[in-house]
């Protein structure tokens, strides 16, 4: 019985049965967790293995382990601490066994029927036409020339027309031979903390919280993540120094924009701090731009990499703009690190024809279009998501600036964030816990310590009362 | 003057004088080169630096480095030994200068007005109009929840679409699980190499010639490549049954359906000792599968994967069949590699859209049919060439099988491949010197020591006459 405590080669892929129905890997696992715990097969307080060694165990995907973990330790069943893994909570066993044993996990992003998660944009909305007429535009009059080999930092037409709106939209300074398309967010992000690891660098310092998939990258390419925390100011820069100083850490990712999760914009004092220990240190800000193009209240803050081209790499995509599944991103980078990447031999251009359209997209002002059409849908939405939760859920305290795809709710005292987002799964609203964006276990300073990021980008608006309905009836369900 | 030879740190930015003028930077960066022997300032016999320090110190992306040292390595100008880099050959000071110093090197690939440079297929027939067709599908049927976040894996559907086609056109054994789409073979070749370091591996074993660029993103991923001779029957599986042992390399890079360059299959009892090898030492052939589907005088050779499905990886992609630019490849790997690049947060699909149109042109037949008329106007243009080649320079051997866009010619006694490299090049003509492929300098065994590779993928069928002309003038010229 101890067995998973005192044996951490525990045969976890007998102490875990997958079921063999229909349902999803995900969902599967899930179970087999849940069953192994409440069989007592797994006591309270055990430590799960290493999601890695999970699933070279079970033969599974390291993903559907990490998904499986990610969800347990938001709904509160399973534990993560820093340096210790994750574990079975002490009260796990104490939690339902779910009345559907093969219904799905959490929704995934962008299939919930009522989706609250955080990261998508309406995908209702993808601009499906525009996209193919630039598709089509971009087949027929590309010279035969151009459908030889790429170049793989990425045609000379679109990083030209990147650098032009670029400028314009996000005032950075780049010409176009600073900027490589890539295959989005993370790919770009690959491709830098790939030429920071041979460079000599070992550790990135990331916010807490922050988007996790940015950090995974940077760990499987050799950088330790150091965490550095968040307050209404944004990143505490003078944590970040101290960090730096402490862990020899001189490259740091952040979203000065707009902060994940929390939604606050760094202060101008630090925007400045920040480059000045760039500088001092020889070291590069990585600024995730991730949703910058989405301010509804003023002209989005400009791109800190026009504050210090030199020190600053802006990492962005059309992934919360147009859609994920498109593929394309860029990287902005100053001269030497642009130089470091281009003379890497894995860096792989996206598709040219797809760089054509997306040159034709920015060129003709198709993405600035619809930018504006999105920013009008999300403005309202916004608004209609801000009054609702004020009508359902009175008094709770609802942050983040009038931007982007998401707000901060806090919930009220004795209310657990993990509980809430069980319930909404249960009625098919996906919603995160706060908690499930950070990298330690401190308390967040300021911030309530209970909380939820509602996203409303990818949520119908004829829906919008039934999710908030929804949310509202898990929040007192978890009271 | 000595210093080239004697402080391997010389400021070599000041040796090496780029021109300001309007040329691309590798004709500049060549003309420097060659200056700086010409004029003195680098003797024969000095070691260039490394590419990766010279790009920093000028500057310049390291691409720009390598095809230069390429180029002057091609025409004799430069020595590539392995593991003392590139020198300046004894003879170079006595090379002429370019009569136009600004004109540009060698012709990239498909860009050169008689194009027998070899890993490009028909610009001029790729199939535009079934491609756009199968993007509007793709754009019109797309549930909104496949615009979403992608599985990094690639679309369940192309996948699927993948395994079925692999399985009819190439004898693979592979569920749609154990396909990954790839954006190309560059991309999944580095997908598979950083999985192979993470798992321990230091060395891959690669033929010797192959293709370069493969063993150039083994090389950035830490792997060593470790040479393996290639005779009449593919590569010699007991030199590298012996280099792995020495090496303790557990992983090979090889070209069984059609060597690249020689053009020879690899003999059915060398497969079958390839594979009994990966099984003997726990290891990993990677088969790059790179234009197995055009074979001309009887149905390709079957995939090795087929043979044994949990020691080979097949690589592919549509780079020499449709075009490099569609960016879109595929992987297929034994479960527990499959599970290892899964677990990964580095790898990223391409483009949702490109993915779902490949599965159309995949299912539908588009792409067969492509490939049928490729294959015919393939066969019809070797067979010309092959005429045309015996009516210009009768008596040359030429080898390869009926297989490809490329064959092997061979020069005649006193004619060098480097002088035949250049004075083409002066004609417009791009074709590439058999040495350009190299990993050693050892003597080719049963092969002519001079040899060109002469592709025919990207070759105008009107043109052919003109360019085997100017080819033919050339190797009088180097006589």
């Not at 229909?22 to 715990?37: N, T």
């Not at 066994?97 to 093969?102: I, L, N, R, S, V």
Request: proline share 7%; charged share 25%.
């Amino acid at each position: 019985m101890a067995l998973a405590q005192t044996n951490p080669r525990l045969a976890w892929d007998t102490v875990l049965v997958l079921g063999d129905d229909d349902a999803p890997l995900v969902a599967r696992l899930e179970r087999a967790v849940r069953d192994a715990v409440h069989a007592g097969r797994v006591p309270a307080g055990s430590a799960l293995p290493p999601s890695r060694a999970l699933a070279e165990s079970l033969g599974v995907s390291r993903w559907v382990v990490t998904e499986v973990y990610g969800q347990l330790v938001a709904e509160g069943f399973c534990e993560a601490r820093v340096g210790s893994g994750t574990r079975i909570a002490a009260g796990a066993a104490a939690h339902a066994t779910p009345k559907h044993p093969a219904a799905p996990a959490l929704p995934a992003a962008g299939r919930a029927r009522l989706d609250l998660a955080p990261g998508v944009p309406d995908l209702r909305h993808v601009p499906r036409a525009a996209w193919l007429r630039a598709l089509r535009d971009a087949l027929a009059d590309a010279p035969d020339t151009d459908l030889g080999a790429p170049d793989p930092a990425g045609h000379p037409g679109t990083r030209a027309a990147l650098a032009a709106y670029l400028a314009r939209a996000r005032s950075t300074c780049a010409g176009a031979d600073d900027v490589l398309v890539t295959h989005g967010a993370t790919d770009g992000m690959a491709r830098l903390v790939r030429a920071l690891r041979a460079a000599g660098h070992r550790a990135l310092l990331v916010e807490d919280p922050s988007w996790g998939r940015l950090r995974d990258v940077a760990r499987d390419a050799g950088l330790v993540p150091v965490p550095v925390p968040v307050d209404a100011g944004g990143v505490d820069v003078a944590a970040l120094v101290a960090a730096g100083a402490r862990t020899g850490a001189r490259a740091a990712l952040v979203t000065p924009a707009h902060q994940f999760p929390t939604g606050v914009a760094l202060a101008p004092d630090r925007r400045d701090a920040l480059v000045s220990w760039a500088r001092a240190v020889d070291g590069l800000v990585v600024e995730d731009d991730y949703d910058a193009e989405f301010r509804y209240d003023r002209r989005p803050v400009a791109a800190l990499q026009g504050h210090d081209p030199g020190r600053v790499a802006l990492v962005g995509s059309l992934s919360k703009t147009v859609s994920p599944a498109f593929g394309l991103g860029w990287l902005v980078l100053p001269p030497r690190w642009r130089d470091r990447l281009e003379a890497r031999s894995d860096g792989v251009a996206p598709s040219t024809v797809d760089q054509l359209a997306l040159a034709r997209f920015l060129s003709d002002g198709g993405y600035e279009r619809h930018l504006r059409a999105a920013r009008g849908r999300f403005r309202r939405r916004r608004a209609a998501l801000l009054d609702a939760l004020d009508a359902a859920l009175p008094g709770l305290p609802v942050s983040g600036l009038a931007a982007g795809l998401h707000v901060v709710l806090g919930l009220p005292e004795g209310v657990a964030a993990a509980a809430v987002v069980r319930a909404a799964a249960a009625r098919d609203v996906a919603v995160a816990d706060v908690r499930r964006y950070r990298v330690t276990a401190a308390p967040l300073p300021g911030g309530p310590a209970e909380a939820l990021v509602v996203g409303y980008g990818n949520l119908a608006d004829a829906r919008l009362g039934e999710a908030v309905a929804g949310l509202a009836a898990a929040v007192r369900e978890a009271r």
